[in-house]
Each structure stands twice: as structure tokens, then as C-alpha cells.
């Protein structure tokens, strides 16, 4: 299992000048510790921490927590600038041409990883890419052609799909990354072209750790209790 914990978060610059992005706090915990909590709830047990931006911090958060038994999460230091891909080319050799899972330290989800991982052993194509219709941040005014708003919906989910993360890779991906690769372009798109790229399609809840907003958002729906990617007792 790898988490992309790399980037820098500009964004959130009043959380990410002294820290980087996967330490900025849901419910008192960094939003990587809740990444990495959905899949432990779902028996995943090895971690490698793709850092880059800050990226001790990461490492002596890591070291400090008293983790599952028979868990073994490992930080690799993958450099302050260099984009996804290049990261997940510099895992390479800890993956060991094995099939993997990936996913960013900044997105969470009531995601069911089992049917994630049976629905990509049963398309035999090289990647899948787990993708959501995220909550639109406003609401939207229904006008007919006549120039009549007739009502509104407030913050209704997208009709379009976009990149969630939760991925399931074959070694073969590794083959189309280079030192200066952005996964979610060339190597992603390649793979479409090519009818290796399939989707997962998540309808339950998804958010991800972007702006302020999104912050107060997912800490209030921790603090009450009620947030959806808690799979943990």
C-alpha cells in the first residue's frame, strides 16, 4: 500500500507554512493518520509513506504512534518538488513488481476496498482509478429556456466523475513513469488510450483535505460524530 505525502498543500498556507499538508488536523489527527486508519480497518497492513515537502515531520509522526500489531509502515524520502509519478517510480523496488494499491494522503472515503480489489483482478487491465462525483461547493439555479428560475438546489454531487484516488496498479504502470512524470497526466492518460485504465465508481461519501473550507467541513463532521470514512471501531 503506498500513500502519495509529498505535496506541499498551497492551498492551505495557514496550515501548510509549518507543516506539511498530510499533518493537517481532522479531529485532532493528521488527515494521513485517517487515510491510513480506512485501510488498516480493511486489513491492509503494509504502508510505504511516499514524502517529500516537510517530509520528517511525517516520518517522526509515524515513529510516535503505537501502531496494530504485525503493522509495518516505512517512509521513503522521494524529494520537496517531484511530482506523483516520479514518486511511485522511486518505489519501485519496494514494491518488488507486485501488484499495489495507491492512494493520496488527502482524500477519505467510506470507500469498500475489497470491491475495489475484486472488481480489478477481474478486468485484467493494468490500473484501476477509484472515481467520484465530489459535492459542488454552491448552489445551482434550475432555469428553464424561458429565463425562469423555477428553484434551487443547494450543494448538489457533480454530474461528472473525477480522479478519488484509491488505486489498484499493475506492475506494468511503473513501466510508463519517469523522474519527471505527473501520474494523473501522461501515464494515466497512456493507459486510457490504451484500454488500460478502468474505473471504479464510488458513490458513497468522498471529500478531500484541499482548501480551509474543505478542513472545517471534515473536522465538524468528525466532531459530531457522524463522519462517513470512520470504518473503525
Not at 80 to 108: H, I, K, M, N, S
Not at 144 to 150: E, L
Request: charged share 20%; glycine share 10%.
Amino acid at each position: 500500500m503506498v500513500i502519495l505525502c509529498g505535496g506541499r498543500g498551497t492551498r492551505l498556507q495557514e496550515h501548510t507554512q509549518s507543516i506539511p499538508k498530510p499533518m493537517v488536523e481532522i479531529g485532532g489527527r493528521p488527515i494521513l493518520w485517517h487515510v491510513i486508519q480506512i485501510y488498516l480497518a480493511q486489513r491492509f497492513r503494509r504502508f510505504l509513506l511516499l514524502t517529500g515537502y516537510m517530509g520528517r515531520q511525517v516520518e517522526q509522526f509515524i515513529a510516535a504512534q503505537a501502531w496494530p500489531e504485525s503493522t509495518d509502515i516505512r517512509c521513503l524520502a522521494t524529494g520537496e518538488d517531484t511530482p506523483t509519478g516520479g514518486r511511485l517510480r522511486l518505489a519501485a523496488q519496494w514494491l518488488d513488481r507486485r501488484r499495489f494499491c495507491a492512494t493520496y494522503a488527502d482524500g477519505v472515503a467510506d470507500i469498500d476496498l475489497d470491491a475495489l480489489l475484486d472488481y480489478h483482478a477481474g478486468h485484467g487491465a493494468h490500473a484501476t482509478m477509484t472515481v467520484v462525483r465530489p459535492e459542488l461547493p454552491f448552489g445551482v439555479a434550475q432555469c428553464g429556456g424561458d429565463g425562469v428560475v423555477r428553484g434551487f438546489i443547494e450543494k448538489p454531487r457533480s454530474e461528472q466523475w473525477i480522479n478519488g484516488g484509491f488505486f489498484c496498479f499493475e506492475p506494468a504502470v511503473l513501466d510508463r513513469l519517469g523522474s519527471d512524470s505527473v501520474l494523473e497526466r501522461e501515464p494515466l492518460e497512456a493507459l486510457a488510450a490504451t484500454g488500460q485504465l478502468r474505473a471504479f465508481f464510488h458513490d458513497g461519501f468522498w471529500d478531500c483535505l484541499d482548501t480551509y473550507k474543505d478542513a472545517v467541513v471534515l473536522n465538524d463532521l468528525w466532531g459530531a460524530g457522524s463522519a462517513p470514512w470512520k470504518l473503525w471501531s
